[in-house]
């Protein structure tokens, strides 16, 4: 069954998606950080590879992929997080912070593409580390975005997952392997 098959459920037909932690969900796909359209660049992960949109556009399949960091993390503490968000609402909305999603082939060349935070003000710490975790799944092809797009598409959950929710949920994908 494939994404197409299900109907577009509440979440999808309000938001277009979801963000559970550096991932930006699509019925279609998964990207890191902000989805492309807010951004020059970008970077999409389908269960076949890596996906550069922009100027640098490139794909490169999961088997030829050494490493995939996401540097710049805006990640905070869910006390610093609440202070940010509480200055924004005084000061106004920050622009998005740009993050760099690092590439190593293993080839060793290196490819370094930025995108944009998706997050309001910051992810929290955990949703920082169990992201990269199921990032080096990716690589390592233990599990694949196809189980990202597959929970987006049969959820019944009407608006975005809470903080908890989505490091309950990534902590689901990353530990049952």
């Excluded at 710049?72 to 609440?82: C, H, L």
Aim: glycine share 6%; aromatic share 6%; hydrophobic share 40%.
């Amino acid at each position: 069954m494939t994404p197409h098959d299900h109907k577009p459920n509440r979440l999808v037909g309000r938001y277009g998606g979801a963000m559970v932690g550096l991932f930006w969900i699509t019925p279609e796909t998964v990207h890191l950080g902000a989805p492309p359209a807010t951004t020059p660049s970008a970077v999409a992960l389908t269960p076949e590879g890596l996906v550069t949109v922009g100027p640098r556009e490139a794909f490169l399949p999961w088997r030829d992929i050494a490493s995939v960091r996401v540097e710049d993390v805006p990640a905070r503490t869910s006390a610093r997080r609440t202070l940010v968000r509480a200055l924004e609402v005084v000061l106004g909305p920050q622009s998005p912070t740009e993050m760099t999603v690092a590439v190593t082939v293993a080839d060793g060349s290196r490819l370094a593409v930025p995108v944009h935070s998706a997050a309001a003000s910051a992810y929290t710490l955990r949703e920082a580390e169990l992201s990269q975790r199921l990032l080096d799944l990716f690589v390592q092809e233990k599990t694949s975005p196809a189980v990202l797009t597959h929970w987006l598409t049969t959820t019944g959950i009407p608006r975005p997952p809470r903080q908890a929710d989505r490091e309950a949920l990534l902590h689901r994908w990353t530990e049952h392997i």
